[in-house]
């Protein structure tokens, strides 16, 4: 674990501060770019892992994240029901410029903007989760009830049954 935060680290974490609870990002010396990867890092299971996935509206052209279970696929079609519009896949360029984050390190909180957010129900099984903190390599643990309150989500049933 690394004791100074880089910088897109850094902003996650404060803006969990921000919401006043001693939540803490920590950097790991292994990857945690996908949430098999974040499992083994943080020795919990990969359904622990809470996926911050960024899709695009098609007709607004906004972000929609969806923080996913983490053996979770999501539907599509789900997602678009719950918000009134079609989605489509976000690129690498979009994530960076809507969220201010890049692929494999997108928190769940912290954006450049507002984001819609919707959050798997199979999420609140857990007793502890654990989230992508803006870096490859960084993650912050926390109780399913935190991420309601910090990111102001609605639980929903998005995945894939696939
Ligand atoms: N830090 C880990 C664990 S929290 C993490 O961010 N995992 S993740 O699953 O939330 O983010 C990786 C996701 O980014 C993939 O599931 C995939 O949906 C998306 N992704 C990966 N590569 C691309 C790409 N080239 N274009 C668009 N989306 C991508």
């Given amino acids: 674990m690394k004791l100074l935060l880089s910088s897109s680290a850094q902003r996650v974490q404060a803006a969990l501060a921000g919401h006043g609870i001693g939540l803490?990002?920590?950097?790991?010396?292994a990857s945690t770019r996908s949430a098999t990867e974040a499992a083994a890092a943080v020795g919990c299971d990969?359904?622990?892992?809470?996926?911050?996935?960024?899709?695009r509206s098609k007709q607004s052209?906004?972000?929609?994240?969806?923080?996913?279970?983490?053996?979770?696929?999501?539907?599509?079609?789900k997602v678009a029901a719950l918000i009134g519009e079609a989605i489509g896949k976000a690129d690498a360029d979009f994530v960076r410029a809507r969220t201010g984050f890049a692929i494999g390190g997108v928190p769940p909180i912290g954006h450049t903007e507002a984001l819609t957010t919707l959050i798997d129900a199979d999420?609140?099984?857990?007793d502890a989760i654990w989230a992508a903190a803006?870096?490859?390599?960084?993650?912050?643990?926390?109780?399913?009830?935190?991420l309601l309150a910090i990111t102001g989500g609605q639980v929903a049933d998005v995945k894939s049954e696939e």
């Fill in 24 to 29: 803490q990002v920590v950097e790991m010396p």
């Fill in 61 to 77: 052209d906004r972000p929609v994240l969806v923080v996913v279970c983490g053996v979770n696929r999501v539907d599509e079609g």
């Fill in 134 to 146: 803006g870096t490859p390599n960084a993650v912050f643990r926390l109780h399913p009830s935190e």
């Fill in 46 to 55: 990969v359904a622990q892992i809470a996926k911050s996935l960024i899709f």
């Fill in 123 to 126: 999420l609140l099984a857990f």
